[in-house]
């Protein structure tokens, strides 16, 4: 029978998951990896698929933390600058 490639290849096994998971949770060593498995061409397909997706969940969870530490960061800095004018010692 005359099957593609990917579907020859067997299924990433549980514990590989597991230890793809945990390498993930490593700061910055995570991050690096999941770029190195989303770019790689020799990685199984579902892993590329996978690193992909927790690379852009990551990006719009960093963009949204940023967000809103400006928006506080502003809010902050903004009463605290008018906190101390001159009204004040009037």
């Known amino acids: 029978m005359n099957m593609p490639e990917e ?3 067997s299924p990433i096994t549980l514990g590989d998951w597991i230890i793809s998971v945990l390498v993930t949770k490593i700061p910055l060593i995570g991050f690096i990896m ?8 020799n990685i199984d397909p579902n892993k590329s698929n996978w690193a992909k997706a ?3 969940v990551s990006l719009i969870g ?10 506080i960061g502003f809010s902050f800095f903004t009463n605290f600058s008018e906190g ?7």
């Open 84 to 90: 101390f004018g001159p009204s004040q010692f009037d």
């Open 54 to 56: 927790e690379l852009i």
């Open 34 to 41: 999941l770029i190195v498995w989303a770019l790689d061409k």
């Open 62 to 71: 960093i963009a949204f933390v940023v967000i809103i530490i400006s928006i």
């Open 7 to 9: 579907f020859k290849k």
